[in-house]
């Protein structure tokens, strides 16, 4: 069955950089574009952008341009956020989701990872 | 951006209950729109995409319909673990963009 699994929560003080992994399997990683989606404490859902798993073209939603960065590897089917220059207002549940390049629903999700950025 | 408008923002209710979570998109998506439900702890999971189709293994107490700029997501009859909270979101143009959410609360 389809899995995606991410890293676990961090701690982080601001300024430093974090960098989260969703390790997938089950199916085959090129055939889904790959999202990310952020929830901040007490709010709603917040779609970050996404990143193609053929070419590794990343398209970053407003809000997220500069020290956000999605990542691949594909040789362990694994794809990565990571955020520079962390900022209190960071701390919050970062999922990864997959979806069509076409059908933009979000079929499969991560588990999430909690990223606390406070001193 | 297209806004995305979920009413009410919380609901109580019974098991056995029907109830109805609505969605309004600021602009026209056509049926673009999905439904997620989400737990503390837990993946959030697909429930309904395109307004109105079931995600496979979904139970069929769950319905989405509309068109345009209103939805609506239906649960026939309340299971006790459908209290949760309930999120749309539109996939008609990017950013995609969800509705605010609907926790649903036991009564």
């Known amino acids: 069955q389809v899995q995606l699994v991410q890293s676990g929560s961090e701690l982080m003080k601001p300024g430093a950089s974090v960098k989260v992994s969703c390790k997938t399997s089950g199916y085959t990683f090129t055939n889904y574009a790959m999202n990310w989606v952020r929830q901040a404490p007490g709010q709603g859902l917040e779609w970050m952008g996404w990143i193609n798993t053929n070419t590794g073209n990343p398209t970053y939603a407003p809000g997220f341009t500069g020290r956000f960065v999605f990542s691949l590897d594909t040789s362990v089917s694994t794809a990565y956020l990571q955020i520079s220059s962390l900022k209190a207002e960071d701390t919050a549940v970062y999922y990864c989701?997959?979806?069509?390049?076409?059908?933009?629903?979000?079929?499969?999700w991560g588990q999430g990872t909690r990223v606390i950025a406070s001193s | 951006d297209i806004q995305m408008t979920q009413s009410p923002s919380s609901l109580s209710a019974s098991v056995g209950d029907r109830v109805a979570i609505t969605c309004r998109a600021s602009q026209s998506i056509s049926s673009h729109l999905n439904w997620y439900q989400l737990k503390p702890g837990e993946a959030p999971k697909l429930l309904i995409y395109a307004a109105s189709s079931l995600q496979s293994g979904v139970p069929s107490r769950f319905s989405g319909s509309g068109s345009g700029t209103d939805f609506t997501l239906t649960i026939s009859s309340l299971q006790p673990e459908d209290f949760a909270t309930y999120y749309c979101q539109q996939s008609h143009g990017t950013p995609f963009t969800f509705g605010q959410g609907t926790k649903l609360e036991i009564k």
């Open positions: 989701a997959t979806s069509g390049y076409f059908d933009w629903f979000f079929k499969n």
